[in-house]
């Protein structure tokens, strides 16, 4: 059988007579808090509160006397602190002009310092790049570029595909193949895979219907040849087309036309903010 709790009356009664104490407790407490908060997060002006003291002083007097209190300090008649030496202490909360010139050279600097630490993460990544692609014997084939945030490699995309078409030559899957031996090294790293076209219009193939689409399937056949032979982990990796939209030179002569017909490869550094 089920224990039940027994009270006597008349305590029941002193008990429930006497919480309203304790309500009201809580409610000061919680109203003492709430007004502190706002105290603190508030900006005092001290030239405003200059004035309202003055003022308190022709009308009243309260500022020139009080009783003492205490604690250090004055306390005025009617219960309210008065803090000594008040503009000392107004012109500390103030915010100070070289105080903020210091903060910003000190974040100038550590924004120096971060970009180099990146930066020198990039060149890490460089070097050991050109050093396995010289192994390779594909030095050559790939130009590289860094960035503080990744190390950029791109491929001649006349070395990778067919005019309009975007499956990998069957002549270059060797050469994909090598470099899927590289990326391997950094499959922990971001890998962005991006498609780039030049201005020349795509004919609708029936496929590929302008350069953007063209672009977007070039850079997931080499995204697809990483995943399915090399085993490369797709949740690091991405594939992308920017079609015409990102030239790296002119597309008013074939020179510039075959350097826009390109594939860019992005290794990410560890550092790196990724969008």
Not at 179 to 197: A, E, M, Q, R
Not at 231 to 258: F, K, L, Q, W, Y
Request: aromatic share 10%; proline share 1%; with cysteine.
């Amino acid at each position: 059988m089920a224990r039940k709790n027994k009270r006597n009356s008349g305590d029941e009664e002193g008990v429930s007579g006497n919480l309203w104490l304790s309500t009201f407790s809580d409610l000061m407490n919680l109203l003492l808090c709430f007004f502190v908060l706002l105290f603190a997060m508030s900006t005092i002006d001290s030239e405003k509160f200059e004035e309202i003291a003055a003022s308190f002083r022709q009308s009243f007097s309260i500022f020139d006397g009080g009783s003492a209190s205490i604690t250090e300090g004055n306390l005025i008649s009617s219960g309210v602190s008065q803090l000594s030496e008040l503009n000392d202490y107004f012109s500390q909360m103030e915010a100070n002009p070289e105080n903020d010139s210091e903060i910003a050279e000190s974040l100038e600097a550590y924004e120096e310092q971060q970009y180099q630490q990146q930066l020198e993460a990039s060149e890490e990544i460089a070097e050991d790049v050109e050093n396995q692609l010289a192994y390779l014997g594909m030095s050559d084939r790939v130009d590289i570029e860094i960035d503080a945030q990744y190390v950029s490699l791109t491929l001649n995309g006349a070395l990778l595909y067919d005019s309009g078409k975007a499956e990998i030559k069957e002549s270059a899957i060797a050469f994909v193949d090598k470099i899927g031996d590289v990326l391997k090294s950094y499959d922990d790293n971001y890998i962005w895979i991006i498609g780039h076209t030049d201005t020349v219009p795509m004919i609708d193939n029936g496929k590929y219907s302008d350069n953007m689409e063209l672009s977007s399937g070039r850079a997931y056949s080499v995204y697809k040849y990483l995943r399915d032979v090399k085993g490369m982990d797709v949740t690091t990796m991405a594939c992308m087309g920017r079609g015409e939209e990102e030239p790296v030179a002119s597309n008013e002569t074939a020179e510039g036309r075959a350097l826009n017909r390109r594939v860019e490869i992005k290794i990410f550094n560890e550092y790196a903010t990724i969008p």
